[in-house]
Each structure stands twice: as C-alpha cells, then as structure tokens.
C-alpha cells in the first residue's frame, strides 16, 4: 500500500502532533487508503457486526439493509466535513457551534459525542466478552478486563498515530475474515439466494420501519461520530474526500455480507434458537465459527483504540480542558475506559439501544447540518436549545419505553413495536428542531451584515 503511513515511523508518539493528529514523525499527514481503511475498521465495528447478524436474524433482508443504510453517513460525512472546513473556515465541529450557537451550543455538542464514545467502549467490549466466552469458554468478566487493559496500554502508546497504523492491518483482516465467512455461506447446501429475498415479505415486517429511521438519522449521524470526523481534517481536501467516498460502499458491501448470516441463520433456525449465533453454530464448523469470532474480535479491537484517540482528543484538543500533551491524553483515555466499564456494570446488554439513543439525540444536529452548515443560515441560539430538547427527549422516551419504565407511545399513537416508536420520535424531534431553526432565522440586513441573539 503505496500511500499507508511513512515508514520508519516510531512506535513511541513524539509528540502531540503525531498522538493528537495522526501526523507521522515527518510530519506527514496520512495518505489515502490509510484514511480509507481507518475510516471503514472503525465504522465496521464489533457491535456493528452484531447488529447486522442480529437484525437479519430478527427481520430478515429488511433487517440487514435497515443497519447497512447507517453507512450511507460516509457520504453525508463528507459534504458535512467538507462544508465545515473549506466554506466556514473550521477545524471541528466545537468551534463551529459556538461560532453559531454560543457556549451553549458547544456544550450540547459535547454532551451527545462524549455519551457517543463511551457507548463506543462499552459497546466493544461487551462484544468481545460475549464473544469470547461463547466461543472460548472463558469468563466474560476477566476476558473484558484483558482486553480493555491491553488496548488501552496500545492506544496510549502513540495515540491517534498508533490507531491509524493498526487501522490497516486490522480493516484487512476484517475484510478478509468476512470475504470467507461469504464464501462458506453462499457454498453451503442450504443456502437460497430467493430466500433471503423473500424473507422480509410479510406485511408487518419492521425491519422496513428501521430503515427509514436510518435514513432520518444518516444526515446528522457522522456529525455526532467524532471517530468518523476526527479523520476528516487530518490530509488535504481531494484526499478527504475520497476516503469517505471509498470507504462507504466496501463498508456497506461488509456489512451486507455479515448481515446476511443472520438472515441465513434465522431462515435454517430448525432448533428454534433465540440468538444467532446459536444458530450459527449448528450450521457451520468448529473453524467458521472461529472465524466469526475473529472478525468480532479484530473489528472490536480496531474501534477501542481509534475511541480512546478520539476521546482524548475531545478533551484535550476540541474542548480544550487540559493540556493537549501526550500523558494528559492518555489519562482522558483511562477515564472513558472507566467509565465505559462502569457501564457493563449495569448489566446493560441491548446492543443497538446504544445506536438507537445516540443516534436520536443527534438529530439535534439535523437542522444545524441543513440550515447552518450546508445552507449558511443565521439563527437565534434558541433554537438550538430547542432542537436539543426535543432530541434529547425522543432519545430518552425511546429509551424508557424499551426498557418497560413508561408506556405512554402506545396510548397516544397507537405505537406497539419499538421501531415504529422509535420512527414516531424521530419524525416528531426532526420536526421540532427544523422549525424552531425557521422561526428562528436571522434575515440578513440591507447592508448585508447578519446578526444572531
């Protein structure tokens, strides 16, 4: 690879530059398809996996393309990206909304993409736990403390330039892993190429419901992924762009692919298993199934530690609370990694609630991405408070409502399954925050000059 990270590289970071901005020891920024393979290991995550393998299992082809339509957020990524820092002048998102929305705004940000990267660790983690004793036996507890004491050990060694450079070994591996995890399925004796189209053919098949939230969420969802706009402002602009626009469909192809063995699984599920990976098991061999946990494990790896660059950066560079030196962020990347732990220690398990919460109250940022990004907007900054609110509290509600706390979409809407809950809130934040942006719009004056309150 022609263009990966410059060799002769120290393992060690020497500096902020290369742990903070990925820059090598020359002060090279990373070339292309390192960016693009950082950018699709990253996003093709561990819980990623799983979602799609689990929502094929439960709702069929519907359930797979539904998850796969997320990785459509490369594409708005970059037009996101590419707007903040060649039309606004910007190097992140933090001084772009306190430019438009005051302290405030900034401090909305910052909430929801810190709650996004926590997610992220615990996430992964409980993956690879669940993985791991599934299939090797061992306890989950100690297996998820190895894990986040190895990667964190890794990561906080040189930072973002470490993650980038394990990026492209691990997108390899993965892509790989599940090219063969294909290649067994489609073999297999079993396999229907019509039956996975068919599968999603019954009337009240939700998976088609998930994909239209998917599709509400893709226009503000890479704006609330800091692993995914982190990289957007590291090389120059031709290079930027191509690796969003590479990384989206062999992201989206993976995700498909992986998807479909829960699809497969569920249509040959002659047991009745509840999980898919039960499922899995009775279909294919003992070393398939390694496989499967490899490519779990790998992309679950590959996320920690580009998370754990990502969040010391947050803290370090983007809301400027400490220091921006090395040992300062590899202490920020101990703290997420507590936290995240502190997490599993709830005894949390839903794995796309995560994605599903995060992803609603990022719909804050819909409107800021329509009206003020892409369309140069001047608004009041209340309506950033409103945008935030209605956002926040759809994520919530949907939150409670799964978890069985409260029951009030039912008797107002009429709503019974999740997803067409979580459709409703998702139409009624968009809704509330797009017009709180018109009616909060600043006309521009005669002299041309705008002004914002």
Not at 78 to 83: G, L, M, N, R, T
Request: charged share 10%; net charge neutral.
């Amino acid at each position: 690879m022609t263009d990966s990270i410059a060799k002769n590289t120290p393992v060690l970071a020497p500096d902020a530059a290369s742990f903070y901005q990925g820059k090598s020891s020359q002060g090279l920024a990373p070339g292309l398809w390192t960016l693009v393979l950082s950018q699709v290991t990253t996003w093709i995550f561990a819980r990623s996996l799983m979602n799609a393998a689990a929502l094929g299992f439960f709702y069929g082809i519907a359930g797979t393309l539904a998850y796969a339509m997320y990785y459509f957020s490369f594409i708005t990524g970059a037009h996101i990206v590419d707007s903040l820092r060649f039309k606004h002048g910007f190097d992140n998102m933090q001084t772009f909304m306190q430019s438009k929305f005051g302290l405030m705004g900034e401090h909305f940000y910052n909430a929801v993409i810190s709650f996004r990267l926590v997610s992220e660790v615990f996430s992964n983690l409980l993956v690879f736990g669940f993985i791991t004793t599934l299939f090797v036996g061992f306890n989950e507890t100690y297996i998820i403390l190895i894990i986040a004491v190895a990667t964190l050990i890794y990561s906080s060694i040189g930072g973002l330039h470490t993650a980038l450079k394990t990026d492209v070994v691990q997108a390899l591996l993965t892509i790989i892993a599940i090219a063969v995890l294909s290649v067994a399925m489609f073999s297999h004796p079993l396999f229907s190429f019509s039956d996975i189209v068919s599968s999603s053919n019954s009337a009240d098949n939700k998976g088609w419901i998930l994909l239209v939230v998917a599709f509400i969420q893709i226009w503000s969802y890479p704006a609330h992924d800091p692993v995914m706009t982190d990289r957007g402002f590291l090389a120059d602009r031709s290079t930027t762009k191509k690796s969003f626009y590479y990384a989206a469909p062999i992201s989206i192809v993976c995700i498909v692919l992986f998807g479909l063995l829960g699809v497969f699984a569920q249509l040959n599920n002659a047991g009745g298993a509840e999980e898919v990976t039960q499922t899995l098991n009775t279909l294919f061999s003992p070393a398939v199934m390694m496989l499967f946990s490899f490519a779990l494990i790998v992309s679950a790896i590959s996320t920690l530690d580009s998370t754990y660059a990502s969040a010391a950066k947050l803290v370090a560079v983007d809301m400027k609370l400490i220091k921006p030196t090395v040992n300062n962020g590899r202490l920020v990347m101990l703290g997420f990694l507590l936290v995240g732990l502190a997490f599993i220690a709830t005894g949390s398990k839903d794995l796309f609630d995560a994605v599903a919460v995060s992803g609603t109250a990022s719909l804050f940022l819909a409107p800021v991405v329509f009206f003020s990004i892409w369309s140069s907007w001047e608004v009041k900054s209340w309506a950033i408070v409103v945008s935030f609110a209605s956002a926040l509290i759809a994520g919530i509600v949907y939150m409670l409502e799964n978890g069985g706390y409260i029951a009030i979409m039912t008797p107002l809407f009429g709503a019974e399954h999740k997803y067409v809950k979580l459709l409703i809130l998702c139409i009624i934040a968009s809704v509330i925050g797009s017009l709180a942006f018109v009616m909060a719009r600043v006309k521009p004056a005669a002299s041309g000059h705008t002004r914002t309150i």
